[in-house]
Nanobody, 126 residues
Framework: VQLQASGGGLVQAGGSLRLSCAASGRIFNIKDMGWYRQAPGKQRELVAAVTSGGSTNYGDSVKGRFTISRDNAKDTVYLQMNSLKPEDTAVYYC?????????????????????WGKGTLVTVSS
């Protein structure tokens, strides 16, 4: 399974960006998809996550500014980021949790596993 993220870049404070992350592979289903971020010198933290049923969870610092959504048919998750602040500057990582893939041997779905994308840099200038 591969996660391909896109949409990062440089934006001024107050601006907006939209991140996308598409999962590919012999995917049967994905339980959770989300975004995490890591700023220099800080630990990786949850930005937002969404279940296959559409339930969402947000980090406190982004509530009311960021919106996560998901297209289950495309195995893709989106993060709309509005009112960006310099403190949002970080590498954003896509995560897919509980991914069940089709076994090439049996043709049946296996146990769920977690996967991470390579990260996309978001820089917010003041």
């Amino acid at each position: 399974v591969q996660l391909q993220a896109s949409g990062g870049g440089l934006v001024q404070a107050g601006g907006s960006l939209r991140l996308s992350c598409a999962a590919s592979g012999r995917i049967f289903n994905i339980k959770d998809m989300g975004w995490y971020r890591q700023a220099p010198g800080k630990q990786r933290e949850l930005v937002a996550a969404v279940t296959s049923g559409g339930s969402t969870n947000y980090g406190d610092s982004v509530k009311g500014r960021f919106t996560i959504s998901r297209d289950n048919a495309k195995d893709t998750v989106y993060l709309q980021m509005n009112s960006l602040k310099p403190e949002d500057t970080a590498v954003y990582y896509c995560n897919a949790g509980g991914v069940r893939t089709i076994s090439s041997g049996t043709g049946l779905p296996g146990d769920g596993m977690d996967y991470w994308g390579k990260g996309t840099l978001v820089t917010v200038s003041s």
